[in-house]
């Protein structure tokens, strides 16, 4: 049996089989930092029953009637939260792999959660469940998009029907959305799973080309990615071509650390973006987002014809099958992202608007005490001590946030203070910060996922809003990105993250901008530090900090 929460009082920690092997790898992504209760009550649940679904859609788990995933269950869960820190379940995300035909475990550890090394024991390729595979995932995959422009439609009618928030149905819409975003995560999922497979395809194909790594440069410039159009849109607002209240119709449910529902979007603070949009004006026309889409669209055409003909002569129908599905099921994760966080931002207003409701009349201490009660108890009957609950929950909270959990790790974590300022030499031994000299030169390693080399001035960023300001080429170094990031991203000309994968959002976008980009570098925003001259490898998955900053 799984265990269960420690603390009914704690809902952002939970015990589990040792067993069970979990990683940060893209959940930060979407679960920013530490979430409120609130955020992980949705996310967590919805996340967990609407990949559950499509795992059932592509034929890999049996239908299980009338069960939900638990959290804590190693053979269905998909993510648990540990000392405030949500992880994804390894467990479960290789037991799909192994049962799909074109996937391996390894690739997968590698590419997916940005951990090169074995699986879990007891997981292993397999494919007694081919028989239902072939029936199922072809018609996943051939009504995906269908479906996907079907959830889309969905949510933007409610998102239509229900901002601004009207306070007598903040409840009920607080219910729907939570079903949406369920229903919003089914063929992201999917679309997730599939993306996977055709890059590990791509790339077996560049091997079998003579030509390996080369999937870094084919897998861009697809077009018609979320980032690009906000981008775009960003880049026409800044130079007047778009009146800002058309681009926040559109972009505005995306904002910092957008996966938090207490952080707030684009739509409630539109002066979020002034930095932002200074910084764009500032640009040369070159560096125009749809110029530099369009770039990398020919680049790859190219790369396409090349690889082909490097191919034996059997294997290029298959493989130019490869390439046109990766060109339209690719941007699919994305797009299918932001359809999530726009039921997210709807649930937010309306989070905020009962939140002002429940203080108004005496029940909370304050509008933002919230986001420290969960769905259920929002939905149903609040806790008769909900003041002292409020205020545990929030220095629980408050002390998660000082800590950090490993990126990959077996069983129940133990959490530590946040690491201080090391680096590691040629040697891997550790090399202290502030040092007139040091023995060769530092590098942080990382996962190599947009082609390049660069050499250039470390910007490191923990917060992208405030007045940032990343200078034309300088190297962008932070923990992840989501799409409130694309505005730096736009100016820099390189990209390093602490965490992530080939088939992140830091590494899809780097790839569409054509910049360097390495991700999975664990430690590199505590280890290099604005100023530092690097030399960024995205070819070798290496960062070299050649010059200390004074």
Request: one cysteine or more.
């Amino acid at each position: 049996m799984p265990a269960k929460p420690a603390d009914p009082g704690d809902p952002l920690h939970d015990t589990c089989s040792p067993a069970t092997m979990w990683s940060a790898g893209n959940v930060a992504e979407a679960m920013p930092g530490v979430p409120t209760p609130l955020s992980w009550s949705i996310q967590g649940p919805g996340v967990n029953l609407g990949a559950h679904r499509a795992f059932v859609d592509m034929g890999v788990l049996p239908t299980l009637p009338g069960r939900r995933p638990d959290p804590l269950d190693p053979d269905v869960a998909n993510l648990a939260i540990f000392h405030g820190h949500p992880v994804g379940n390894v467990n479960t995300v290789l037991r799909v792999v192994a049962a799909m035909p074109g996937n391996t475990v390894e690739a997968v550890m590698s590419q997916v959660f940005g951990a090169p090394g074995p699986p879990p024991a007891g997981i292993r390729d397999t494919a007694r469940r081919y028989p239902v595979i072939a029936v199922r995932l072809p018609w996943a995959v051939a009504t995906l998009q269908r479906r996907m422009r079907a959830t889309d439609a969905r949510v933007r009618a409610f998102r239509q029907a229900n901002l601004p928030a009207d306070p007598t149905r903040s409840r009920s819409v607080l219910r729907e959305g939570a079903q949406l975003f369920t229903a919003a995560v089914r063929p992201q999922a999917l679309a997730t799973f599939i993306g996977q497979g055709l890059y590990q395809q791509v790339a077996a194909l560049a091997t079998l080309a003579g030509r390996p790594g080369l999937e870094r440069k084919l897998i861009s410039g697809y077009g018609g990615v979320e980032e690009t159009a906000i981008a775009t849109g960003l880049w026409e607002v800044a130079h007047g071509s778009l009146p800002l209240d058309r681009f926040l119709a559109e972009h505005g449910h995306h904002g910092p650390d957008e996966g938090e529902l207490s952080n707030a979007s684009w739509r409630e603070r539109p002066a979020l973006l002034d930095g932002t949009l200074s910084a764009l004006r500032e640009q040369p026309p070159d560096r125009h987002p749809a110029q530099r889409a369009l770039r990398q669209s020919h680049q790859r055409a190219g790369l396409e014809t090349e690889l082909l003909a490097g191919l034996p002569a059997h294997r290029r129908p298959s493989a130019a099958l490869t390439l046109r599905m990766a060109r339209r099921y690719l941007p699919l994760r994305e797009a299918g992202r932001s359809t999530m966080h726009r039921v997210f931002d709807v649930m937010r207003a309306h989070a905020r608007t009962l939140g002002s409701t429940l203080h108004g009349d005496g029940t909370l201490p304050d509008a933002d005490a919230v986001f420290h009660l969960t769905l259920n108890e929002l939905l149903g009957t609040l806790p008769p001590d909900a003041t002292d609950l409020i205020a545990h929950r929030r220095q629980r909270r408050e002390h998660y946030r000082t800590l950090e959990i490993p990126a990959q790790f077996t069983g129940v974590p133990e959490a530590l203070p946040a690491a201080g300022d090391a680096v590691s030499g040629r040697d891997g031994a550790p090399v202290e910060r502030g040092l007139a000299a040091v023995a060769g030169t530092p590098v942080v390693r990382g996962l190599a996922v947009a082609a390049g080399t660069l050499e250039g001035t470390a910007r490191v960023v923990r917060d992208p809003t405030g007045g940032v300001d990343v200078r034309d080429g300088e190297i962008l170094v932070c923990h992840t990105t989501d799409p409130s990031w694309i505005s730096l991203m736009v100016v820099a000309g390189g990209l390093v993250t602490d965490i992530g994968s080939a088939l992140s959002h830091a590494a899809i976008v780097a790839r569409e901008l054509g910049i360097p980009c390495v991700v999975g570098a664990e430690g590199a925003t505590s280890t290099i530090r604005t100023g530092d001259l690097l030399r960024l490898d995205g070819d070798a998955g290496t960062v070299e900090i050649i010059r200390l900053a004074l």
